[in-house]
């Protein structure tokens, strides 16, 4: 057999795909990354950088998501640049919100959850920029981390590349696998096994197996503003939208009254799923998002509509009118209806990994470090 010989190789540079070449990698395995890209353009460079653990449901994906932190940390504190532990603040402005804050804190967060239910003064001790009036208490979590993506995700090849000899060939798509070839790029490699982190292109590689899995694609409009060093954010800042999107607080009996009033009173947020979210970066440009449209025929144009519903919603929660948006994009990403993440073994060597939808930042290494630790037996 011709052509270069890896144990692993992994198809996709975005952060799964990266977070597997490192589970790998860091295990002792020679591992070969191919992107089709010149470089990761996907889900993984346009979304907030939230490491947030605090939205998944308490049990197995929430204890996944704080495995993944522990990961997360060990690894940029090797790779160096900007992330920084600010935690998270969830705002209520009313008594449904307060409601299901209260009961997320005393009934289902449990003894791995360091969240506390806050009043308002001390929510706006901890960010200058809350809008005070009306605020009647808030779900404070301290360990959310914030990271800056698009500086992840450039850096992280270079580190793996130098730490561990991972090899990466980029603007190389694989197209077939038999094993153990790997054909990419129009050359052929050698590779004991692939790892298939493809974000939401399952239709390259094994198609039929990955149709099989109910997997739905997302658009989500996004925003930045210019640099504003001037202004602190502090935490990252949800409020009551947020509490019907994230699967952390279905288990609460009060959410049914927050969704019937957002329905009756804001069906516009509903209609395109959207929540609104900000998180600073080190360079001080605020991230804002974001909306959720779902479905096969997702648009390639942005709704400005979409973005004027987030502004309007953000500014009942933060207190900004010097902030200028800077730039605006949308993102894709694949989801399972209820399940945290897509795992498919469609022929013998292969594993698929995808279908994190939006918590795949926080999930990434967690992820992979089961997928690759079932696999390599630590
Ligand atoms: C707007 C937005 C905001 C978000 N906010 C957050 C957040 O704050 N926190 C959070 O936890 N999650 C968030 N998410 C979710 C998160 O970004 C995604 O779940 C995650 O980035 C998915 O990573 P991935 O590696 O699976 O996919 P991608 O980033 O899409 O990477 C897949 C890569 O595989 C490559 N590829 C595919 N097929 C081939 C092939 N055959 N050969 C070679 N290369 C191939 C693609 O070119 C691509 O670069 C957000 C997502 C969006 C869109």
């Known amino acids: 057999m011709t052509g270069e010989r890896f144990d692993v190789a992994v198809v996709g540079a975005g952060i799964l795909g ?31 950088g939230m490491l947030w653990p605090i939205g998944q449901p308490p049990g197995p994906s929430y204890d996944l998501a704080r495995r993944s932190l522990e990961c997360w940390h060990t690894v940029l504190r090797a790779i160096g640049g900007w992330h920084a532990q600010t935690g998270s603040l969830h705002l209520a402005y009313e008594a449904d919100e307060a409601a299901v804050l209260a009961e997320f804190a005393r009934d289902v967060a449990n003894d791995r959850h360091e969240c506390a239910l806050v009043g308002a003064a001390a929510a706006l001790a901890r960010s200058p920029l809350i809008n005070p009036e009306g605020l009647r208490a808030a779900l404070w979590s301290p360990i959310e981390t914030c990271v800056d993506p698009r500086e992840v995700v450039a850096r992280l090849p270079g580190w793996l590349r130098q730490t561990f000899d991972v090899r990466f060939c980029f603007g190389c798509a694989v197209t077939a696998y038999d094993h153990p070839r790997v054909h990419a790029g129009g050359k052929e490699f050698i590779a004991d096994q692939l790892a298939v982190c493809p974000g939401d292109d399952v239709r390259t590689l094994y ?17 930045r ?105 949308h993102g894709t ?14 022929a013998p060597h292969v594993v698929v990994v995808t279908g994190v939808g939006g918590a795949g930042m926080t999930l990434s290494f967690g992820l992979a470090d089961k997928v690759v630790g079932e696999r390599a037996g630590a």
């Open 207 to 223: 198609p039929d197996a990955m149709a099989a899995n109910g997997l739905i694609p997302c658009k989500l409009q996004m925003m």
């Open 225 to 329: 503003s210019a640099p504003c060093p001037e202004l602190r954010l502090g935490p990252m800042l949800a409020a009551g939208l947020t509490l019907r999107h994230y699967r952390a607080f279905e288990a609460c009996a009060s959410l049914a009254q927050l969704v019937q009033r957002l329905d009756r009173d804001l069906p516009a947020y509903g209609r395109y799923g959207i929540h609104v979210m900000a998180a600073q970066n080190g360079a001080g440009e605020i991230t804002i998002g974001d909306s959720h449209e779902y479905g096969p025929a997702l648009a390639p144009f942005d709704e400005t509509l979409i973005d004027d519903l987030i502004l309007s919603y953000l500014r009942t929660f933060v207190v900004a009118p010097q902030l200028r948006i800077a730039s605006r994009w």
């Open 18 to 48: 990266l977070a597997h070449a490192y589970q790998w990698a860091r295990r002792g395995a020679r591992v070969v990354v191919f992107e089709r890209g010149d470089r990761a353009t996907g889900a993984s460079i346009r979304n907030f």
């Open 333 to 346: 990403y694949i989801k399972h209806p209820t399940a945290a993440y897509t795992v498919v073994e469609p």
